[in-house]
């Protein structure tokens, strides 16, 4: 009876089938091709309402509002950051003042 193999056996991985993404994108690409040959007329309607929804959707806006709002954020964000590395170093030298006047 053989032995059973375990993950950690790297005969396993070395023999082991590799395939690379590429070559796995172009077979989905030619597979998607081929379905689109066959019915083109459901991709063309897909590809259009795709386009309206992106039309609709007011993207410039949607990134012009979040680049505004993170800029507003920024600086509350990095003053708190600020405070705290403070805080932290000045509990630090508290710490070894302390330690030092001990002795």
Not at 68 to 78: D, E, M, N
């Amino acid at each position: 009876m053989e032995t059973a193999k375990t993950v950690d056996d790297p005969n396993i991985l070395s023999k082991a089938p590799v395939r690379s993404f590429t070559d796995d994108w172009a077979q989905t690409w030619s597979r998607l091709e081929e379905r689109v040959r066959q019915q083109p007329g459901t991709y063309v309607l897909m590809a259009l309402a795709v386009g309206y929804v992106l039309q609709v959707i007011p993207f410039r806006s949607l990134l012009l509002l979040i680049l505004r709002l993170s800029f507003i954020l920024l600086r509350p964000a990095v003053f708190l950051f600020c405070v705290f590395l403070l805080a932290k170093e000045i509990s630090r030298a508290s710490a070894y003042r302390d330690r030092v006047n001990y002795f």
